[in-house]
């Protein structure tokens, strides 16, 4: 059993920084993608940054140049580093590991493991 869980929420005020933390253990050697997303109350979740097995990273448009995602191999571990957060970043975030066993691996094929999620507030 895969089991995920994210660290390093916060209250940061506007213009601050923040790392976000994912533990992930059990089995994942059928990695097929390691992502963050976030979500706001009432909306839908949306993917802010992925990175693949390979280490392809994919970002929102809405946070490229301010975030990176990053991973430890080793440690099965996955961060996020947030520079000059705005308000709108708010939102809980969640570490999200997609584990695929096909020969033709996909996103809509995966398995989906989530963590709780972590809060970060950006506000004065």
């Known amino acids: 059993q895969v089991r995920v869980v994210e660290s390093g929420g916060g209250l940061v005020q506007p213009g601050g920084d923040l790392r976000l933390s994912c533990a992930v253990s059990g089995d994942i050697a059928a990695l097929y993608q390691m992502a963050w997303y976030r979500q706001v109350p009432g909306t839908q979740r949306e993917l802010v940054a992925s990175i693949t097995d390979r280490g392809r990273t994919n970002y929102a448009n809405s946070v490229k140049d301010r975030f990176t995602i990053s991973r430890d191999s080793n440690k099965n571990m996955l961060f996020l580093q947030m520079y000059s957060l705005r308000p709108e970043d708010s939102a809980v975030y969640y570490c999200?590991?997609?584990?695929?066993?096909?020969?033709?691996?996909?996103?809509?094929?995966?398995?989906?493991?989530w963590g709780q999620g972590t809060q970060v507030t950006v506000a004065s």
């Open positions: 999200n590991v997609a584990l695929n066993y096909g020969l033709v691996p996909s996103l809509e094929t995966s398995y989906l493991y």
